[in-house]
């Protein structure tokens, strides 16, 4: 069993905070400070460009690669870590289609996470045809799956509601139907257990930032299955997914295997963050923190309904169809998230009404659950949301 209470005590949490954003940013763990500053002093100070060498950096990318391929059921040397969730998502969408070069269509769902649909409006922009990106709202996947469609791309859990996809069955529907699969795993990876491997997953793309808790702006991963390692283009031909970097040749060749995934210079600093982060994980069983996970759920939804009846909920009732979070709605979402904020208790708003709780049993237990119910419910009985200072709209929400 794991001990949340061990877990808890790896992390800095400011004293009087609850926090319940970590869905969208994980807290500090408390052994990067020392690894970072070691990183700083030791490697980069005393090491300088011998450190790619000696301190093993290069290799990074794919030894942390590995270590999160044991959290989303991925098999060793088929994860690799560096640049952006969207630059990953647009190397996966790219391979996809050029694995299905007779289809011409990418279909997602509108509660995709907007900026891999961006990435799919930009690539397609790039070809020439008549390619396109079909909508449909989430509970119509399966049945819009059909022979015209080249890749499927989702991710697993809505940002927005916590709605939690099938990934076995509809990856099985769309190999049926010959689509190429690319599952973003933002809001999934290190919140419940993951099986790409067993699922049969062709492509899959995360952020560390979230559930990881690599730290803000943390590098994604990027997987392919092993079937298709050496058959993946990766479109962004960068020196660090050439089959022979240092070799310098004025034409690109891919790595072989997930290596070609690669693309620029990885950025040590914020992957020994990671590393470090990623430590946490030693101890903890996925199986653990699903079930925690849909009790703190469970235990949100009814505190709400019984002391918080002006909030709609958003996610599911049935606990099962659920990822890591829950969502109410409420037409002054933003305002009482900020009362809430300022009274200690951090969620976040995504427009135009959602009010987003993260629910991380590594850090996060039934008291504080109930602590934050009676601070909303008083400043929902309070009206202490109508105030001029929680109207106006920060850069982040």
């Not at 396109?132 to 049945?143: N, S, T």
């Not at 994604?220 to 310098?248: C, E, M, N, S, T």
Request: proline fraction near 6%.
């Amino acid at each position: 069993m794991t001990d949340f209470a061990k877990t808890r005590a790896q992390f800095h949490l400011p004293p009087g905070v609850i926090y319940l954003d970590g869905n969208s940013l994980g807290p500090l763990p408390r052994s990067a400070e020392q690894r970072v500053t070691h990183c700083l002093n030791a490697e980069w100070g005393q090491q300088l460009i011998r450190a790619w060498n000696k301190a093993g950096w290069m290799a990074l990318p794919r030894v942390l690669g590995d270590k999160i391929g044991a959290l989303i059921g991925a098999g060793a040397g088929t994860v690799v870590l560096g640049d952006t969730l969207s630059i990953k998502v647009f190397q996966a969408l790219a391979a996809g289609l050029a694995l299905n070069p007779g289809r011409r269509i990418i279909l997602s769902d509108d509660g995709n996470f907007p900026s891999d649909l961006y990435m799919a409006q930009g690539l397609l922009g790039l070809k020439a045809g008549d390619y396109r990106l079909k909508i449909v709202p989430p509970e119509e996947i399966a049945a819009s799956l059909d022979e015209e469609i080249a890749v499927l791309l989702l991710t697993q859990v809505d940002y927005r509601t916590g709605r939690l996809h099938d990934m076995e069955s509809l990856t099985r529907k769309a190999h049926d139907l010959g689509i190429v699969t690319v599952w973003d795993l933002a809001h999934s990876a290190g919140a419940l257990p993951i099986d790409l491997a067993g699922c049969d997953v062709d492509f899959a793309v995360g952020c560390t930032y979230k559930y990881l808790n690599g730290g803000p702006g943390a590098p994604a991963f990027i997987y392919v299955a092993p079937r298709l390692k050496d058959r993946a283009q990766p479109a962004l031909a960068g020196w660090l997914g050439h089959a022979a970097p240092f070799a310098f040749d004025l034409d690109y060749r891919p790595a072989a295997g997930i290596e070609r995934m690669r693309v620029g210079t990885p950025p040590i600093i914020a992957l020994t963050a990671l590393e470090a982060a990623l430590e946490v994980w030693a101890a903890v069983d996925l199986g653990d923190i699903r079930r925690a996970s849909l009790d703190l759920g469970d235990l949100m939804i009814r505190e709400v309904a019984l002391h918080c009846p002006a909030l709609e909920l958003a996610s599911p009732s049935e606990h099962s169809l659920r990822g890591s979070q829950v969502t109410f709605r409420h037409k002054e979402g933003y305002a009482i998230m900020q009362a809430l904020i300022e009274r200690g208790v951090i969620g976040d708003f995504r427009a135009p009404d959602a009010i987003r709780f993260g629910l991380t049993p590594l850090y996060i237990g039934r008291d504080e659950i109930k602590a934050a119910v009676a601070i909303l419910k008083e400043v929902l009985d309070g009206r202490l949301w109508d105030r001029p200072r929680h109207q106006t709209r920060a850069v982040v929400t």
